[in-house]
């Protein structure tokens, strides 16, 4: 346990295993830690040096024989504050990277996701959605394949104030739903894959027995997508 929680302040597994034989049994020769930790004779004079760099070993002759000694576990706060001091420095670039990733280049990016776990990631980045969602197809079939997350979703979804506009077959009757306009085509056009468009990506989910869904980022597909979907959305009753 102790090991595991060094290693998280920076120190290797051989390190660690060697810092902690070293408070336990004092000045010690190399040979000697090795024994005791564990650790490869090989290896344990890299794991002492590593640990003398970090200031947690100190060396000393005594009686003509080289031997090491732990440091004072205090120094391991200065350690931590270090980390510290390095994700901070780690933290601030991150709006820079966001500028970068969110610049104008345009992206060309095509995912594809197996399962209902793979589905659930697709709905879950929709909910990240600054605009409105259009959605058509295979209607409701999430409700079917996902009975206990879709009222979830949709309750986060409304949270969030996201809106909808859906064009659904007739077949399913008068729906209402919270932020959400719906528009109806003919009881004979079927399908069995849902289209969701949002923030410039085109959602593609197959509801089939072990559901595929295709997430495409790509400006002009989905363009293309949602100039389709408007075209429906005025033929579309209400």
């Known amino acids: ?99 970068d990733f969110n610049s104008d280049n345009e992206k060309q990016e095509v995912h594809s996701f197996k399962g209902i776990v793979g589905i659930k990631t697709i709905f879950k980045e929709m909910l990240d959605s600054k605009e409105e969602i259009l959605d058509f197809g295979a209607e409701f079939k999430i409700k079917e394949f996902l009975p206990y997350d879709y009222p979830k979703w949709d309750k986060e979804r409304i949270k969030r104030k996201i809106k909808m506009r859906i064009i659904a077959n007739r077949k399913i009757g008068n ?38 869904g295709i997430l495409i980022e790509h400006k002009a597909i989905y363009e293309s997508y949602k100039n389709y979907f408007n075209y429906l959305w005025k033929k579309a009753s209400d």
């Not at 070993?57 to 205090?74: D, H, M, R, T």
């Not at 004979?188 to 089939?208: D, G």
Request: proline share 4%; net charge positive; glycine share 6%.
């Open 1 to 99: 346990m102790k090991e595991k929680e060094l290693e998280k302040v920076g120190l290797s597994p051989n390190e660690s295993k060697c810092y902690l034989t070293l408070i336990k049994i004092g000045s010690s020769s190399a040979n000697e830690v090795s024994r005791k930790s564990g650790v490869h004779r090989v290896s344990v004079y890299d794991a002492l040096r590593g640990l003398s760099g970090k200031g947690l070993v100190s060396q000393i002759i005594k009686s003509n024989k080289l031997l090491f000694e732990a440091g004072n576990p205090k120094k391991i706060l200065e350690l931590i504050k270090e980390k510290e001091a390095k994700l901070e420095d780690a933290k601030r670039i991150i709006p820079e990277l966001l500028l």
């Open 175 to 212: 729906v209402k739903l919270k932020l959400t306009k719906i528009k109806y085509i003919p009881k004979e056009f079927n399908s069995s894959v849902s289209t969701y468009l949002f923030e410039k990506k085109v959602a593609l989910i197959m509801w089939v027995e072990n559901p595929i």
